[in-house]
């Protein structure tokens, strides 16, 4: 089935990307968006709020990952979590791709993919860093990520789009080959390889390490494979081939998972990151052993990781595909969807808001002004349990929607201011 999708892929690319401009009489309207790609990123940014609302909100003192002190329903909010930053990487490049059937050039989506990408980065180190605790810090999140991946975006964009799509699919299902690398052996460059692959904290003075959660191999090859996947979009047989190739996905992933083939990698436990076990195992309980059986590395994110979230969310997205969100649920999704960076930095502000109006209204302990949404230093007696974070969740998302509804017909009505589209 891969061979089949991937010879869709080859014969719907060019060996150049501009040349992909004279097939948009394929798409649904000419000069069009997919609703769906709009719909399914609108959904993975809703529920990525469920995620930092139990950072802020939660009185765990541990990882959901820990199956030593996880529940079913801890774990699995924070599973539905983990199809978040994978669908954000690959729409990215999907997108691009898709600009240029809408008459960017090869050059307009390779400056965008530079300049965007090292605004993310200044993004990161300022606005949202900030965000997090309310006080000036570094730390290499999920956008220092993406903007670094869009960076190398800027020169993989030129490459023929079947190299781009071999180039993304071979770094998702090979780098875990690399876990076993320690950083410690590149000597004083080290930090380049926690840059790359390893996350881990590097030193920079006596009182600061700079933490690197989010590397580039394999984030990079995600965003390549979402550019070169963008192809089959143009075709109007595409909701045939999604389904497959998100089927495929995931029925790989239970293939490998179940024999505890290679795929689940060890590098994030090796070097920092011990919350995520390596092979699963039978538990105690029913309930542990399927949380064994689905707690896959984020850190990096593995063959299982990507195999378990992008198949599922293709399999959405061919579902979408003949969506319109023209009212009710698809239609808050959609708006969500297509302002994901301004959504992104107002959810965290105002999360982080709630969260300290709500522990003063229950007289709880916050330290300095702020709640630091990290497990190990949430003062005792602070904290709420699912059901009050689940509460809050939909609050934050319900006050999000007017502002996001209003950025995107301002973006709508101003086309040509081009500043709009970097947030």
Request: glycine share 8%; hydrophobic share 55%; net charge positive.
């Amino acid at each position: 089935m891969f061979l089949e999708v991937w010879g869709m892929v080859t014969a719907a690319s060019s060996p150049s990307v501009t040349a992909v401009s004279t097939k948009a009489s394929l798409l649904p309207a000419q000069g069009s968006r997919l609703v769906s790609v709009d719909v399914l990123r609108g959904l993975v940014m809703v529920i990525m709020a469920l995620d930092h609302t139990r950072d802020f909100m939660t009185y765990q003192r541990s990882a959901p990952e820990d199956l030593a002190h996880t529940s079913g329903a801890l774990f699995f909010t924070r599973f539905l979590t983990h199809f978040c930053a994978p669908v954000f990487a690959f729409l990215a490049g999907t997108g691009a791709f898709l600009a240029t059937s809408r008459g960017k050039s090869l050059q307009q989506v390779s400056r965008f993919f530079f300049t965007r990408g090292l605004w993310l980065v200044l993004l990161e180190f300022t606005v949202i860093d900030f965000a997090w605790g309310f006080v000036p810090w570094a730390h290499a999140g999920v956008i220092w990520g993406l903007g670094w991946s869009m960076v190398a975006m800027a020169l993989i964009v030129r490459l023929p789009v079947r190299w781009i799509g071999a180039l993304g699919l071979g770094m998702i299902a090979t780098h875990n080959l690399l876990d076993r690398i320690n950083p410690a052996s590149f000597g004083q460059l080290s930090w380049l390889w926690i840059f790359l692959h390893t996350p881990g904290r590097i030193p920079v003075s006596t009182h600061f390490q700079f933490s690197t959660r989010y590397v580039l191999i394999p984030w990079v090859g995600v965003m390549a494979a979402g550019f070169a996947f963008g192809s089959l979009l143009l075709r109007p047989d595409r909701r045939k081939w999604i389904l497959a190739l998100g089927i495929s996905a995931t029925t790989l992933f239970f293939v490998l998972r179940v024999f505890n083939f290679y795929g689940n990698g060890i590098a994030g436990l090796l070097f920092g990151y011990p919350r995520s076990a390596g092979p699963w195992s039978v538990q105690p309980t029913l309930s542990l052993t399927v949380i064994s059986f689905f707690n896959t590395l984020k850190y990096p994110p593995s063959l299982d990781y990507l195999l378990m979230t992008l198949g599922p969310s293709l399999i959405l997205l061919g579902l979408f595909d003949k969506a319109k969100a023209e009212r009710g649920l698809s239609r808050i999704l959609l708006v969500f969807g297509r302002v994901p960076m301004f959504y992104y930095v107002l959810h965290l502000y105002l999360i982080h808001i709630l969260a300290i109006l709500v522990a003063f209204a229950f007289h709880q302990p916050i330290l300095h002004g702020s709640v630091i949404a990290d497990l190990a230093t949430k003062p005792a007696g602070y904290g709420h349990g699912l059901p009050f974070i689940y509460a809050m969740w939909i609050l934050a998302v319900a006050i999000l929607y007017l502002p996001c509804l209003w950025f995107m017909e301002l973006r709508s009505r101003h086309r040509d201011w081009t500043w709009l589209s970097y947030l």
